[in-house]
């Protein structure tokens, strides 16, 4: 049933689109055989100096020849770019479709000339040819630059609208990124072992200590619910705040808790979403740590492959079950993360989840590599203890 609607859709949509290109091509039609009949009504003779049929025959074998014309141009046009290292198979491609056009043109004109008798029985094909070099090659060369114009401009139109909404997409994604990310780390069993870690580090009369989990839990908050945060932060920020977060969890699972952040030189001011990693971070602590009374290790890494930044979270756990698929993973951190990946980046940002040949989990993530702008959001770099 799926596969026949989707080609009843197909069909109405290519229905449709050769309505369109038909009444499109139909208007020079009809503005040129007026143009002819106005010409011979204000013409001193007043007779006519070709027959209406020829009018007719003609100008729909020179313009319909444009209909299945141009979706090839449009094909070849996003095809092949003119500029960058495919201009000159642009190039090629477009002179090819532009002679292949006028030689139809010139069967199509002939073949009308030949069933109306205003075409002589011995002119040929090639005869005919020769003579709409002179009279039309440059013609059809403007229209046919027009109609790759026209493509530009839808193109960029649909850019320009898809970038507007994309946009939008954005804000609204980073906006219950904030909310959701809040309410994973808010849930009720974090901020209880939170609280009973300061409760537990004010009985050993260690209140500076206290007073940082305090301060690293209200850093936390802010940078959540700071209304200034931007969609894109340095990587820097990120690992700022995820060192921010595993101090407050250090203090609840203590040597349980291993992590290492490993960061190429110069990798630190690469551009990433807001709040990238931490959901990351999160879900190995989850699922590796915070279930093993011996805790375990989890390993941060960030490098750049050319184009291309790698951020990658490691852990050594029980490991992924075997029908694990990240696409139909539930949690809300994994699935902000993969709706806003996509939002950014499209096919280019991407997230996998898989079980590291060392053991444990391993969660890649790769997007575009690009430095950041100075940033408006910050957490303050507080010492703890």
């Known amino acids: 049933m799926s596969d026949t609607i989707e ?3 197909r069909l109405g949509r290519g229905v449709r689109y050769a309505a369109i290109l038909t009444a499109v091509w139909t208007i020079p039609v009809i503005l040129g055989t007026a143009g002819h009949f106005f010409g011979e009504m204000v013409s001193e003779s007043g007779r006519e100096s070709m027959p ?3 009018i007719f025959a003609h100008s729909f074998a020179m313009w319909y020849v444009w209909i299945p014309a141009t979706p090839l141009i449009f094909a070849v046009y996003r ?4 500029r960058g290292p495919t201009w000159f198979k642009a190039a090629t491609a477009h002179v090819a479709t532009l002679a292949g ?7 199509t004109t002939l073949v009308a000339g030949h069933a109306t008798g205003h075409i002589p029985p011995f002119v040929t094909w090639s005869m005919n040819m020769t003579q709409l070099v002179v009279n039309l090659l440059l013609y059809d060369l403007c229209i046919y630059v027009s109609v790759v114009a026209i493509a530009y401009g839808i193109d960029y139109a649909k850019r320009y609208r898809d970038r507007d909404l994309r946009a939008s997409q954005l804000e609204t994604l980073l906006e219950r990124s904030r909310v959701e990310t809040l309410q ?6 974090f901020l209880f072992n939170a609280l009973n870690a300061i409760a537990m580090l004010v009985r050993r009369d260690q209140k500076q200590e206290a007073v940082n989990v305090v301060v690293g839990f209200s850093e936390l908050l802010r940078y959540v619910l700071d209304e200034s945060g931007t969609m894109d932060v340095p990587l820097s920020e990120e690992l700022r705040f995820v060192r921010r977060y595993l101090d407050i969890e250090r203090v609840r699972l203590g040597d349980r808790l291993n992590v290492t952040i490993d960061v190429a030189p110069g990798v630190e001011q690469a551009q990433v979403p807001n709040l990238l990693l931490q959901p990351l971070v999160e879900n190995a602590l989850k699922h590796s740590i915070a ?9 941060v890494r960030a490098e750049r492959r050319g184009d291309v930044l790698r951020v990658s979270v490691q852990d050594d756990g029980p490991g992924l079950p075997p029908d694990f698929v990240v696409g139909d993973a539930h949690g809300v951190g994994l699935r902000n993360l993969r709706d806003r990946l996509a939002a950014f980046f499209g096919a280019k940002g991407t997230l996998s989840i898989t079980n590291a040949a060392s053991g444990g989990v391993l969660a890649v993530v790769e997007i575009p590599y690009a430095v950041a702008a100075p940033s408006a959001t910050r957490v303050p770099a507080v010492k703890a203890g």
């Open 7 to 9: 080609i009843d859709r």
């Open 101 to 107: 056009l006028f030689l139809m043109q010139s069967f």
């Open 184 to 189: 994973a780390q808010l849930q009720p069993h």
């Open 52 to 54: 209406r049929e020829h």
């Open 79 to 82: 095809r092949w770019s003119l």
């Open 291 to 299: 279930v093993r009374p011996d805790g375990g290790r989890v390993q």
